[in-house]
């Protein structure tokens, strides 16, 4: 048991000696694959709200987001609509 809390007291310290270094790679996202991950169709809006939240603007971030998923929502009903016009012979 002594030597657990030895080993463990040396990890901690080992711990923290590191150094942490943040870039800015590390925190934002890749609105490419997010917008593949999501079904966007719209990359440069999610990339424009992505990097307004990692810029702290979280009122621009939010805006944009629901701008975003009105876009997404219309082109849903409009590729829906057209699927029920192709398979009822319409188009």
């Not at 009122?59 to 987001?65: F, R, V």
């Amino acid at each position: 048991m002594a030597g657990q809390m030895a080993s463990i007291k040396k990890m901690a310290e080992d711990a923290d000696e590191l150094e942490v270094i943040e870039d800015e790679s590390s925190k934002k996202a890749d609105p490419a694959k997010a917008a593949k991950l999501l079904g966007i169709r719209d990359a440069d809006k999610l990339k424009k709200a992505l990097e307004a939240q990692a810029d702290g603007d979280e009122k621009t971030a939010l805006k944009l987001l629901g701008e975003l998923a009105k876009d997404e929502k219309r082109k849903d009903k409009a590729d829906a609509m057209l699927k029920v016009l192709e398979k009822s012979g319409l188009l």
